[in-house]
């Protein structure tokens, strides 16, 4: 027995204008794609060392900017109804027990370099998927993959091992987003450096390191599913993504007319966009807002009462308003607003300065002549590692180790993108404290966080530090084989609760995605990913 399922269980990627916070899609896309438009179209990006050019090795938003122009998914998820939309697959079923997913893929869709869309170009890429093992960023939402079948020419099945309720909508995301098989016969190093080929409207054309993409429009991209709004080929014919490594200039050359529109920027660059007659989006990355994972197999830090004064200490409001001038939301949930397993802990996440430090004094934590605290000789000074690419990371850091510091905290920050660390230090759990955010579209996201407490699976995780036989672990993990929507919402809002009453996960800020458009510029759709699709926009 299987039921047809077109719904997801989610919303994603809010959107908003930056200050006015009015809800935006981009603009209207022209519905036969005939209107007048730039020819080229420059787009400058945060700079992303190596710039990858794969969709499975990178979760640089800069690189995902680009590549989901280039590459298609199975499903779309459409950020306003919330529901799953056809795209490369035009039906699908999902068996009872959430172990089974057979999707029928839509007939005369072809990737760039000639070949067919078809099943068996569908399980290449699954097989694919799993040859990465953990070098796939997102090689969690395959956990259990434990068959890929070709079962008709344009039809393609999935059997796991275990239940995996998320991964319907996992479909949707250009991190399983759908490559040619000749391009799978790269080596990943290969893929990586020279690009993928996909059957998106958008071809990678041109390539410098750290420097510039190019991508050139496919004139014979004819299967724009219903959602795009336009028919036929794109109206930009060609998109310069450019990497400028600071926000200030990516907004100064945008209003000096050397650039179109510009990703990665701040409150402060507003003014300047504006005042030069261009305007602001932002686009909300969906998922675990920016959070401080704190581990408590760190001696430290397994004490409670140490995890319940940091999180006493942060005051989002004013991280707020300090960073993003009120425009972007205090965090008040593990999980971002977009999603529907959203839970808002507002009174659990208010800070409380003087509460903090009675319960520190409690513990045993005294106060000292350097105002770093100390307790039979340690003292309560942390490290946060961090990994989060995003140009408010540095104001960020700066406010929350003043947080830290007015109960008595000492914080060291150490940028693991700087050091090159990112893979080794959380594949290994080999931190005290770290800050970062991970971009999801399901409330599953938190599995990845305590699936290394018990699984040996590619990609698992214990950020949390916590011990084999856990609740935590075994309420994620029962989330994943629950077919009902509201039994398994239930459950991961008792596994939410869980990581509050511990103070496991301690969110900071919403991960906004702000670009600015010159004046003209419009129809850009961006998905619920907060990635902006280009494919119907006009400039």
């Known amino acids: 027995m299987s039921r047809t399922i077109r719904r997801s269980a989610l919303t994603a990627g809010a959107l908003s204008v930056l200050l006015a916070l009015t809800a935006c899609t981009g603009g209207d896309p022209g519905a036969e794609g005939t209107g ?101 960023v997102r090689a969690n939402y395959l956990a259990g993959l434990e068959s890929v079948e070709a079962t008709g020419p344009q039809e393609v099945q999935l059997t796991f091992s275990e239940p995996n309720a998320p991964f319907l909508t996992y479909t949707a995301s250009t991190y399983l987003g759908i490559l040619s098989p000749q391009t799978w016969e790269l080596a990943p190093e290969e893929r990586s ?28 991209y004819d299967w724009a599913p219903e959602w795009a709004g336009r028919t036929g080929a794109a109206a ?19 209003s ?48 409670p009462a140490v995890r319940e004064a940091l999180n006493l200490a942060i005051d989002r409001t004013t991280i707020s308003e300090g960073i993003f001038n009120g425009a972007v939301a205090p965090a008040y949930g593990l999980l971002t607003e977009s999603l529907v397993q959203y839970v808002p802990f507002e009174e659990e996440f208010t800070a409380d300065v003087a509460r903090a430090k009675s ?44 947080q830290f510091a007015e109960i008595g905290v000492g914080l060291e920050v150490v940028d693991l993108i700087a050091t090159g660390e990112v893979g080794d230090v959380l594949q290994n759990g080999g931190f005290q404290a770290l800050m970062s955010n991970t971009t999801d579209l399901d409330g599953n996201v938190l599995y990845g966080k305590v699936s290394g407490s018990e699984a040996g699976e590619p990609g698992a995780s214990n950020s949390f530090g916590l011990q084999p036989g856990n609740e935590l672990y075994a309420l994620l993990n029962e989330q994943r084989g629950q077919s009902v929507e509201a039994e398994r919402t239930a459950t991961l809002e008792e596994a939410q609760r869980l990581i509050v009453d511990e103070n496991l996960l301690l969110p900071l800020t919403a991960v906004p995605q702000v670009y600015g458009l010159r004046e003209g510029v419009s129809g850009i759709i961006y998905n619920a990913e907060s990635r902006p699709l280009f494919y119907a926009a006009t400039a």
């Not at 930009?236 to 945008?254: C, G, M, N, W, Y």
């Not at 045993?364 to 605290?373: H, K, L, N, S």
């Open 36 to 136: 007048e438009t730039a020819e080229s179209v420059t787009v400058q990006v945060e700079l992303v060392e190596g710039a990858p050019l794969d969709p499975y090795q990178t979760d640089q938003p800069a690189s995902i900017a680009y590549l989901a122009n280039v590459v298609d998914s199975l499903t779309y998820l459409n950020p306003e109804s919330r529901e799953l939309e056809p795209s490369l697959a035009t039906a699908w079923e999902v068996s009872d027990d959430s172990r089974v997913f057979t999707f029928q893929l839509r007939e005369g869709v072809t990737f760039s370099d000639g070949e067919a869309l078809d099943a068996e170009a569908v399980k290449r890429n699954f097989e694919g998927a799993l040859e990465l093992g953990a070098a796939a």
């Open 193 to 220: 450096s020279e690009g993928v080929v996909g059957t998106g409207p958008f071809v990678i054309d041109d390539y410098a390191a750290n420097q510039f993409v190019e991508l050139a429009a496919r004139d014979d």
């Open 236 to 254: 930009i014919k060609e998109l310069r993504f450019e990497f400028v490594s600071d926000s200030s200039t990516r907004a100064q050359s945008l």
């Open 256 to 303: 000096a007319g050397q650039a179109d529109i510009a990703q990665g920027l701040t409150v402060d660059d507003a003014t300047t966009v504006e005042s030069a007659g261009g305007s602001i989006e932002i686009a909300t990355v969906p998922g675990i807002p920016t959070s401080i994972a704190l581990n408590t197999d760190d001696p430290v830090l397994q004490d």
């Open 359 to 402: 319960v520190l004094d409690e513990a045993g934590w005294t106060e000292t002549a350097d105002g770093v605290r100390e307790k039979d000789g340690t003292p309560l000074q942390l490290t946060l590692d961090t990994v989060s690419p995003y140009s408010y990371t540095n104001a960020l850091v700066q406010l929350v180790q003043s």
